[in-house]
């Protein structure tokens, strides 16, 4: 069993930068694939970026790319989402969420991942 506490989430004008944070515990990530999903308010969840903490595979939503960048510390059992030239349509509650690496979940999948967090709100505006 692992739990997720997001943090880092916050107010912030368009142009912006924040980084997120996925603190686990329960157990070691390293052979998980973490997933940093957004759902904004009236809107499905969406799959922005997942990294294998086994070998480091990435991957980013158009929506995101070149913007934003996941990261991994597995000593400290933490993920982390660096976003940068945030805009209004970035504003959403951001969750993690994993699934054991052999199990082959990925994003941009909502499906069958194992664990969530709770979130942290991003909200872009001026």
């Known amino acids: 069993q692992v739990q997720f506490v997001e943090s880092g989430g916050d107010l912030v004008q368009p142009g912006g930068s924040l980084r997120l944070s996925c603190a686990a515990s329960?157990?070691?990530?390293?052979?998980?694939?973490i997933g940093w999903y957004r759902q904004a308010p009236g809107k499905e969840r969406v799959g922005i970026s997942c990294?294998?903490?086994?070998?480091?595979?990435?991957y980013y939503a158009d929506s995101v790319k070149g913007r934003f960048t996941i990261s991994r510390d597995n000593a400290k059992n933490t993920v982390y989402l660096q976003m940068n030239s945030l805009k209004s349509e970035d504003t959403a509650r951001y969750y993690c969420?994993?699934?054991?690496?052999?199990?082959?979940?990925?994003?941009?999948?909502?499906?069958?991942?194992?664990?969530w967090g709770k979130g942290t709100l991003v909200t872009v505006s001026s």
């Open positions: 969420t994993a699934a054991p690496v052999d199990t082959g979940i990925w994003c941009p999948s909502t499906y069958a991942w194992y664990y």
């Open positions: 329960g157990s070691a990530l390293d052979n998980y694939n």
């Open positions: 990294i294998n903490n086994s070998d480091g595979t990435t």
